[in-house]
């Protein structure tokens, strides 16, 4: 089992800067891509960012590209998310996920629906 506990959201101006942190426990924390979700209410789970187990590949949803920065401290158990230039339509739940499995296909990382375990999510709020 792994617990994964968010923490650094918030309410913030358009612009300004967010870091989330997920702290993870339980199983060991190393051979696992880690991962964040966000979702706005009355929208489906929206991809934002992944990182795999080393910190060896990253990827962005296109929304977040260029303004969001993802990494993690295996040695710590945490996976942050950097977050610039934040937008009101950044607003939303986020929510920090893992998964064990090795896929061939890049893609199937961008897919909530391929991750294990998942945090309870904390509030962005960002206001116009």
């Known amino acids: 089992q792994v617990q994964l506990v968010e923490s650094g959201g918030g309410l913030v101006q358009a612009g300004a800067s967010l870091r989330l942190s997920c702290a993870a426990s339980?199983?060991?924390?190393?051979?696992?891509?880690m991962a964040w979700f966000r979702q706005a209410p009355g929208k489906e789970r929206e991809f934002v960012a992944a990182i795999g187990w080393n910190g060896g590949w990253t990827y962005y949803g296109d929304s977040v590209k260029s303004r969001f920065t993802i990494s993690r401290d295996n040695a710590k158990n945490t996976v942050s998310l950097q977050m610039n230039s934040l937008k009101p339509e950044d607003t939303a739940v986020y929510y920090c996920a893992t998964t064990f499995a090795t896929y061939g296909l890049d893609y199937y990382y961008t897919l909530w629906g391929k991750y294990d375990y998942w945090g309870q999510g904390t509030q962005v709020t960002v206001s116009s």
């Open positions: 339980g199983r060991t924390f190393s051979r696992n891509a």
